[in-house]
């Protein structure tokens, strides 16, 4: 008897055949045609995309080869003007989120408290910084602080949705260890809880500070202050030379801010900090204590 003959029959079935994938060419074919007929009823002169390579350097050139450098100073100042309102505005951020975002995590509380506090961060990201600075302005007026508001009240809801979910994804050893030395409920968010998830949280912050200052260049639309309102003004009135001063110093400014952020954040999450070090322990000594009373 042959190999082939000692095959079952079960064994000896043909290989099924492969799925049909006409629903995945169909979506295709859809996607095809929304994006076809998109770009079909854009008023776009497409003539003129032939000139843009000759009409971007001539105005790369008006901004940068011939900068009005009497206008530094301003300049300057209004960016200055722009990270405080942004700093602010991150502060108060983070001062509200916090205590949100804890009882926005299903983890600590019942569904009937977590829920509506989810609720309020989508809302609250829903609506942008420049129509809550319009909102503003019947009470501040056309201040740096409107703008400042604006920013803090919409980066509540960014920081406090990604601070509830930090806090929903940390681990159950150190609360079950808080727990079961007869720590109090807020002693167990204190060392169980915030202990694991400060490093992320404080790093959320500082991205956000980062966001926020470009946000506040973007709130000068409306006369808030700041290197926005400089920008808008000098636009309006097509001062190339001044304008080049002023990309160049938010340009500046913006990788200055980004380096420093990032090796402040680079401390925070690999926990060298001083302070950060002594949470870590008394986390450690609380765990101690739970297993020497087990």
Known sequence: MTATETISPATSQQRPSAPSRWMRRALWLIVTIVVVAA????DIAWERLAKLPSEGAEYFAKLFFSPDWSQFG??????VSSVQMAWIGTVIAAILSLPLSFLAAANITPRAVWFPMRLLFDIIRAVPELILAIAILAVTG???FTGALAIGIH???????????AIESVETGPIEAARASGASRSQI????????????????????????????????????????QMLIENIRYRRWEVIGVLLIVVVVATIL?????????????SGQWPWQRGGAGAAATVEMQAAAAG
Request: hydrophobic share 50%; net charge positive; proline share 3%.
């Open 142 to 144: 056309l201040t740096p």
């Open 155 to 165: 980066s509540i809801g960014t920081l406090g949705k990604l601070s509830f979910e």
């Open 257 to 269: 801010i980004d380096l420093a952020s990032g090796t402040v954040r680079g401390k925070i999450i």
């Open 74 to 79: 301003k300049a300057v100042a209004a960016t």
């Open 39 to 42: 770009f079909w009823h854009l």
């Open 189 to 228: 968010i204190r060392w169980g809880i915030w202990t694991q998830v400060q490093p992320e949280i404080l790093s959320v912050w500082l991205y956000r500070f980062e966001v926020n200052v470009r946000a506040g260049a973007v709130l000068g639309l409306i006369g808030a202050g700041g290197i926005g």
